[in-house]
């Protein structure tokens, strides 16, 4: 199926998008191997998610889906919360504090997790101790990460196959302002091919994006960005192509114990294949 445009610039898209044609944005651009990016939403390590690992092993929420993780130069998520040596809270479905196990970590890498983002409202959970105890254990199994709960953080730039691509995280609930973000931009686009840009913002279950959502993410695609991601709503909203870029408003839930509604239990992956000239992405 392809991508149908709404009056509005949103779009209904199901399966494989058809490519986009991309604008060089930086250094050389010149064909190399594809870049292969596969990108999740909301990933929960904590509560009742660590209630079903501590009953059936570190593995089991990725065993019948961990075939979609291979042949992927990244695979990356928004990680809701912290790998801590402080204890978790007690069980409880209003329960909002995250820390997860560190040796969750390795589960992670295992599966080919190499990137998360960390500009979102939970990352400080158990304070600026928990947010860099857990950027110390990410590092030492190998996961990159950016953003963080002040949007203070600097791009992360990586070479893959030749190109560089930058990650910027956006978290609005902390500091809606997006000066910072576009500055940030439009200095990867100095040194990188390709910027995505990671967002945490909107309102939780809204199933369309807000104008200031909208604003914003356009704002990023002028500044640069070749695609803006958003996390936060806990389900999906919906896709839009700005100047030929993509928005992709909510990816929902990809990890989660939410099970009130359909729309909080079906979360989007989007895999995102920078090639030469163009973009294309399934999702």
Wanted: net charge negative; aromatic share 12%.
């Amino acid at each position: 199926p392809t991508m149908e445009m709404a009056p509005d610039g949103a779009s209904a898209v199901a399966g494989k998008a058809p490519a986009i044609e991309n604008q060089p944005a930086g250094a050389g651009k010149m064909a190399e191997a594809p870049m292969e990016i596969l990108a999740f939403g909301d990933l929960l390590l904590d509560r009742y998610i660590k209630l079903y690992i501590d009953r059936h092993g570190a593995d089991y929420p990725f065993e019948n889906i961990k075939e979609i993780f291979a042949g992927n130069d990244i695979v990356m998520a928004n990680l809701e919360g912290s790998f801590t040596d402080f204890a978790p809270r007690p069980l409880d479905p209003d329960n909002t504090s995250f820390t997860f196990n560190p040796e969750l970590a390795a589960m992670l890498k295992r599966h080919r997790f190499n990137v998360v983002n960390l500009a979102n409202n939970h990352v400080q959970d158990f304070g600026k101790a928990g947010f860099s105890q857990s950027g110390n254990y990410l590092t030492q199994n190998g996961i990159d990460y950016f953003g963080d709960y002040y949007n203070e953080s600097p791009a992360l730039i990586k070479e893959i196959n030749g190109q560089k691509i930058a990650f910027v995280g956006y978290h609005s609930l902390a500091d809606p302002a997006t000066e910072g973000v576009v500055e940030k931009i439009k200095q990867a686009h100095e040194i990188a091919d390709y910027i995505i840009v990671y967002t945490h913002w909107g309102a939780e279950y809204q199933n369309d994006f807000s104008k200031s959502q909208q604003a914003a993410g356009r704002e990023f695609i002028d500044a640069g960005a070749d695609a803006v991601l958003g996390s936060h709503p806990h389900v999906i909203q919906p896709i839009e192509v700005y100047n030929n870029k993509p928005i992709f408003y909510s990816l929902g839930n990809f990890l989660f114990d939410q099970i009130f509604s359909f729309d909080v239990r079906h979360g989007l992956g989007v895999k995102i294949i920078f090639a030469s000239n163009e973009i294309e992405y399934e999702l």
